[in-house]
Structures are given as structure tokens and as C-alpha cells.
């Protein structure tokens, strides 16, 4: 079964700052790869995805994100964080099963305070 | 516009009552999915299904009852077994079509609170 370990509970950075939030997975074949944002009582917005191919990933609102096989990770980055950024953060890994669909597996999130 | 829809925003229930969260999908999606969220927990995966008439438990079922009639109402119910139901409630949708994995598309979400 996969599993998805986001190391750091809270963040807090300074705007203007870079940001890098870590994730590692344990996943047997090729993971299908997720980041999600979350603001206060809100549903969860995908910021990018990987599935195959380059594993620099760019996503919306200027986060990118690198797919490293051999460290089993998949951290977050943007180089300028932004007041607005502040926000829950979840990685996933996806895995399509004939019975089961498309299951995710959620990391437990990475909550991210910016400092004026 | 396409999208996935949750009702209500806020539910409040006494302790014994069982309450019906509701989805909503328009995107044509066949499998549909319901989350719990916690604090620190991340979303734990309650019921998921694939098809009209058919579900499946994820894993934290127990308390919890599904229906799924049409293809695009996916209603999760609450019942009075469930311990401690006080919780953020994700309903989500994806394709199915392909061989692909296809991402899921997630509402805004209900906040139950029990009194």
C-alpha cells in the first residue's frame, strides 16, 4: 500500500522568501504524484501533478515541483511567496486500481504562515 | 460551469441523529468519492464508487452509509454509530475513462459539528 510522509507540520516564512514544502512516498510502481492547496474551510485545489515524463513539474500560482525517484520525494517550491500563499498544503499519490479506480493517498499536510 | 457541489456548509446535529451530507457532480464523472478531515490527519477515505449502484468501503466506513442512485449524487449519510462524526467533509469526482490515472476534482466541503 502507499503511503505519503509531509515531514514539516507548520511553516512560517517571510514574504518575498522562498519555499520549499517536503514530501516523501512509499509506492511500489510508478506514482501518479499530487500537490493540493487548502484555504480555511474551502475544498482542496490542485496546484500541479506528475505522471510521467519531466520531472520538474510547473503548476498555477507559480509553485513548481520535482519528481525525484531515487529520494522517493516530491517537495514543493516557489521562489517568492506571496501573503495569499498562506494555506494548508497536501501532497498525494495516486494509484489506479482495476477494482478500486483511482485512489489517492494524502500526506497530513503541511500548514504555511507568510510573515509581512 | 462544471464543477462538483456540497450541501450544506454547516450542519449541526445532536447527539443520535443520523444527517445526510449531499454531492453534487456535473462533469460526468463515474467514480465519486467521500474524505474526512481532521486536524494534522490529512483526508482519510470514507466510501468511493465507480459506477451507479454500486460502492465500496474505504478506510473508515464504520458509522458512515452511502447510496448511489445516479451518476451524478454521490449522498453520504452519518449515522448515530458513528463515535465522534465532528469533522471536514470532502466529496470528490474523477473520470474513469482511459488507462490513465485521472485526477480527482474535489467540492468546497460541509463542517459537521455535533452538539
Known amino acids: 500500500a502507499q503511503s505519503v510522509t509531509q515531514p514539516d507540520i507548520h511553516i512560517t516564512v517571510s514574504e518575498g522568501a522562498s519555499l520549499e514544502l517536503r514530501c516523501n512516498y512509499s509506492?511500489?510502481?510508478?506514482?501518479?504524484l499530487f500537490w493540493y492547496v487548502q484555504s480555511p474551510g474551502q475544498g482542496l485545489q490542485l496546484l500541479l501533478k506528475?505522471?510521467?515524463?519531466?520531472?520538474l513539474v510547473q503548476g498555477i500560482k507559480g509553485f513548481e515541483a520535482e519528481f525525484k525517484r531515487s529520494q522517493s520525494s516530491f517537495n514543493l517550491r516557489k521562489p517568492s511567496v506571496h501573503w495569499s500563499d498562506a494555506a494548508e498544503y497536501f501532497c498525494?499519490?495516486?494509484?489506479?486500481?482495476?477494482?478500486?479506480?483511482?485512489?489517492?493517498?494524502f500526506g497530513g499536510g503541511t500548514r504555511l504562515m507568510v510573515k509581512p | 460551469d462544471g464543477g462538483i457541489t456540497q450541501s450544506p456548509k454547516y450542519l449541526f446535529r445532536k447527539e443520535g441523529q443520523n444527517v445526510t451530507l449531499s454531492c453534487e457532480q456535473n462533469?460526468?464523472?463515474?467514480?465519486m468519492y467521500w474524505y474526512r478531515q481532521d486536524p494534522g490527519q490529512g483526508l482519510r477515505l470514507i466510501y468511493y464508487?465507480?459506477?451507479?449502484?454500486?460502492?465500496q468501503k474505504g478506510d473508515i466506513a464504520e458509522g458512515y452509509s452511502v447510496s448511489r442512485e445516479k451518476k451524478e449524487s454521490f449522498p453520504l449519510t452519518v449515522t448515530s454509530a458513528q463515535k465522534n462524526p465532528t469533522a471536514f467533509y470532502l466529496c470528490?469526482?474523477?473520470?474513469?475513462?482511459?488507462?490513465?490515472?485521472?485526477?480527482?476534482?474535489f467540492g468546497p466541503g460541509t463542517r459537521l459539528t455535533v452538539l
Open positions: 470528490a469526482s474523477s473520470s474513469l475513462e482511459g488507462v490513465a490515472y485521472n485526477e480527482q476534482f
Open positions: 509506492y511500489g510502481a510508478t506514482p501518479y
Open positions: 506528475y505522471f510521467s515524463g519531466d520531472t
Open positions: 498525494a499519490v495516486g494509484a489506479r486500481d482495476n477494482n478500486a479506480g483511482n485512489m489517492l493517498t
Open positions: 462533469l460526468n464523472h463515474d467514480a
Open positions: 464508487s465507480q459506477i451507479v449502484n454500486d460502492f
